[in-house]
């Protein structure tokens, strides 16, 4: 695998175990807030976010390169409300698209198609982490202040199953 191919992996894996710590934070502010459907959604995204790390991680050690785990950042302590808790995820999961295009180009200009095909997978699933963030922001905005509207999406969200 090129190095620099393998360094950009490495500090994608970092992003993402990132992405899952933020998520945890946020879903520990929910659960401490009682809305435990807003909690379990965000509890899934950090499950999603750990697997997507691993996913990289099994790429290099498959292509015989070495996995560099690198520091990791606190996640914010503070979250404001639903309105703007989904707003900064949805800018998240665009800030993600941005660093995998990235990655992707530098496979290409590596000529690493491997890696390229690898991040085929994650492209496509930025698409969708990006609508399921949007429909989430989408959702919490109408219901706005009506706290009646914002528990009913709470228990909505709450019913979200593993896929």
Known sequence: MNDTVQAGFNDQIKHEFYAAYL???ISAHFEAENLSGFAHWMKMQAKEEVEHALRLHDHVLRRGGRV??????????????????????????????GLIHRLFEMAGEASDWAAQQEL????????????????ALDQVTMAGDDKAAL???????????EE
Do not use: C
């Open 120 to 135: 085929q997978w994650f492209i496509a699933e930025q698409v969708e982490e990006e609508d399921n963030a949007s429909a």
């Open 23 to 25: 998520y945890l934070a």
């Open 68 to 97: 560099q785990l690198q520091p990791i950042g606190a996640p914010p302590a503070e979250f404001g409300s639903p309105v703007e808790i989904f707003s900064s995820v949805l800018a998240h999961e665009k800030k993600v698209t």
């Open 151 to 161: 528990l009913m999406l709470d228990r909505e969200f709450g019913s979200r199953i």
